[in-house]
């Protein structure tokens, strides 16, 4: 290693640097970056994941837009829909980091989806849909329906994707429901969306006793970013900042939605990276390897 050069220790995967800041070059999962001496070691890391991807062509094709301009870490899949087979194959064809968007309320829309998943879907998606608290509360009697829909969809992505995911997420967030969760439908040791973490101008207790109750039971199975937000909304130039400064320190998800137009401005008309300043955009998505996440207050 040249004198001028120093390491240290950084679980990442690889990082993306836009034009006019000095390149990390490749950083590899699991091993030690390099810095020029004159600048601080860089220990925090911004995962930009778009959901959604295979929804539909143009959804697709708006998020594969923000990939080429290295603007997204990685995609969620979702799979029986009209676009997945597509978007898997330009996955695999780009290597582009994808996991498992797991649809439990929208209903599928690819013709090879069999008729009795979209039977038992159209079953949990009235449950879930009813009220703002569904997911919360544990349904017995839709067990089986829970561990049916779930199984499909991950032994879908296995056939499209050639694959077994290693990360999920949910569609309206519904893999944090509570039969999701109970039954423990997810993989042991994969790499599981979080609670939106706390933001100013929030309903305090609800939110942060479930926010709580969710961390505790995924931290028990499943590996974590330090935080997660949304990307949008844009109006709250502090809020931004925060979130950008974050990532500077710790593994900070945000989750976007290029089908929405002012999302789509945002990632492709260079906004993105003005707001990064000093936080690295990854390339691909990346977690500690071990089960010690972070549970922020």
Not at 16 to 28: A, E, F, H, M
Not at 165 to 170: L, S
Not at 203 to 218: A, I, Q, S, W
Not at 259 to 283: C, K, N, S
């Amino acid at each position: 290693m040249d004198s001028t050069e120093k390491s240290f220790p950084m679980d990442r995967a690889h990082a993306y640097v836009p034009p006019g800041q000095k390149s990390l070059g490749d950083l590899k999962h699991t091993s030690l970056a390099v810095l020029p001496s004159e600048e601080p070691p860089q220990t925090g890391v911004l995962i930009i994941n778009a959901d959604d991807w295979g929804r539909d062509h143009q959804t697709t094709e708006r998020i594969f837009e923000c990939f080429r301009r290295r603007t997204i870490s990685s995609v969620s899949a979702m799979v029986f829909m009209e676009d997945s087979e597509r978007a898997a194959a330009i996955s695999r064809e780009q290597g582009i980091d994808a996991g498992l968007h797991l649809n439990l309320t929208t209903l599928f829309s690819a013709r090879s989806c069999p008729q009795k998943l979209k039977e038992r879907q159209q079953e949990l998606a009235g449950f879930l849909r009813q009220h703002s608290f569904a997911r919360v509360v544990y349904h017995p009697w839709l067990a089986r329906s829970f561990e049916y829909a779930v199984k499909a969809q991950i032994e879908e992505y296995g056939r499209i994707y050639g694959t077994e995911p290693e990360r999920f997420d949910g569609h309206h967030h519904m893999h944090l429901s509570a039969n999701v969760l109970f039954q423990g439908l997810l993989p042991f040791g994969t790499i599981v969306r979080r609670h939106f973490s706390e933001e100013s101008g929030e309903k305090p207790l609800r939110n942060r006793l479930f926010r709580k109750f969710t961390d505790v039971l995924l931290a028990r199975r499943h590996r974590l970013v330090d935080f997660f937000f949304s990307l949008p909304p844009f109006q709250s130039p502090a809020r931004l900042q925060r979130i950008f400064s974050l990532a500077c320190q710790f593994i900070v998800e945000t989750e976007t939605h290029p089908a929405d137009p002012e999302e789509y401005r945002f990632l492709t008309g260079g906004q993105v990276f003005r707001w990064a300043g000093d936080a690295l955009i990854a390339r691909r998505f990346v977690v500690p390897t071990h089960l010690s996440p972070r549970n922020d207050g």
